[in-house]
């Protein structure tokens, strides 16, 4: 009987061996990044991207980031402005996607960019997606691992219980420290809010609204409804109603918290990690409480609007 479990290995060089055989032959493979574990395959090879919107259920008129090993790397796939060079020598390698202009002639899959004249790039810090990027020699499409719309994975095991055989190798380097996905800018605009912030950058930014982008989706990650789990959440609770796994922030306790401190920066690395077992407890329904806007509260905040839009 075949295994119904997918292959998991540790992270070091047998594992980042088989992972970039695999791309090199068109499968897709979990790997780590900074930010939550990505579903990464070659994107250039139009048939290894499609099996990530097969592998993931994502509709294909949502786009992935590109990763590359570095701003040249980058530079060589897409048309950089003064404005797109400062960001990278800001933030790269690190939690940051830029919307460009796609260069003329780039070889990337057209199902990469759903069709648009643009493409998300960005090169991560993490040192297994940076080691396969380097042992694969491609750049590679990765959004993150788990079927569309679920609960993003910021440990193994939770792509494994997303994406099961779906996926046929998982390079485990443990819980991902950022745990929220890269910021995306486009320009001077904030398509998605994550680790690097408002008030991180050089310049003034603006920011899309989560109720504006249905309409018009131009960068992976815009969709409304989105990093949800499959029970019913309750935002701004502060104590649970009968049959809810509480998440806590703060002085708001519950059966679990986000940050007991009222840290951002813990509390963003363990959210989905929380959602992820609150989803798999025995009650009906998840509450979470109240976290504040400000810094990286406004990331945490998007995810947490998005995962309970229904």
């Not at 990763?67 to 797109?84: C, G, S």
């Not at 940076?130 to 994975?153: D, F, K, T, W």
Request: with cysteine.
């Amino acid at each position: 009987m075949a295994d119904p479990n997918p292959r998991i290995l540790p992270y070091g060089m047998a594992a980042i061996a088989e992972a970039a055989a695999r791309i090199g032959r068109g499968e897709c493979v979990a790997v780590p990044t900074e930010t939550v574990y990505g579903l990464a395959a070659d994107a250039g090879n139009a048939a290894a991207v499609a099996g990530i919107y097969a592998a993931k259920g994502r509709p294909s008129f949502n786009p992935l980031i590109v990763h590359v090993a570095d701003a040249d790397a980058a530079e060589a796939l897409a048309v950089f402005d003064a404005d797109a060079r400062t960001l990278a020598a800001a933030f790269w390698p690190g939690p940051l996607t830029l919307v460009l202009p796609l260069r003329a002639g780039a070889p990337i899959a057209s199902l990469v960019t759903a069709g648009l004249p643009t493409i998300a790039i960005r090169v991560p810090r993490h040192r297994a997606m940076q080691a396969v990027l380097a042992a694969s020699a491609r750049p590679l499409a990765a959004p993150s691992a788990n079927a569309s719309n679920g609960i993003s994975p910021t440990r193994a095991a939770h792509v494994a219980a997303s994406l099961g055989t779906r996926v046929p190798l998982i390079v485990d380097d443990g819980a991902t420290a950022a745990g929220l996905e890269s910021t995306i800018v486009a320009g001077r605009t904030i398509l998605r809010p994550g680790p690097i912030t408002a008030a991180d950058m050089p310049f003034p930014v603006v920011r899309h609204s989560i109720d504006s982008i249905d309409s018009g989706i131009t960068a992976p990650g815009q969709l409304a409804a989105h990093y949800a789990p499959r029970k019913p959440l309750r935002l701004g609770a502060t104590d649970a109603r009968r049959d809810e796994w509480l998440i806590g922030y703060g002085t708001v306790a519950g059966d679990d918290t986000l940050s007991a401190s009222g840290d951002l920066r813990e509390a963003a690395a363990r959210l989905f990690d929380a959602l992820h077992r609150a989803d798999a407890g025995d009650r009906a329904g998840i509450a979470i409480a109240p976290v504040p806007c400000d810094g990286l509260g406004e990331a945490i905040n998007d995810r947490l609007a998005r995962a309970a839009h229904r």
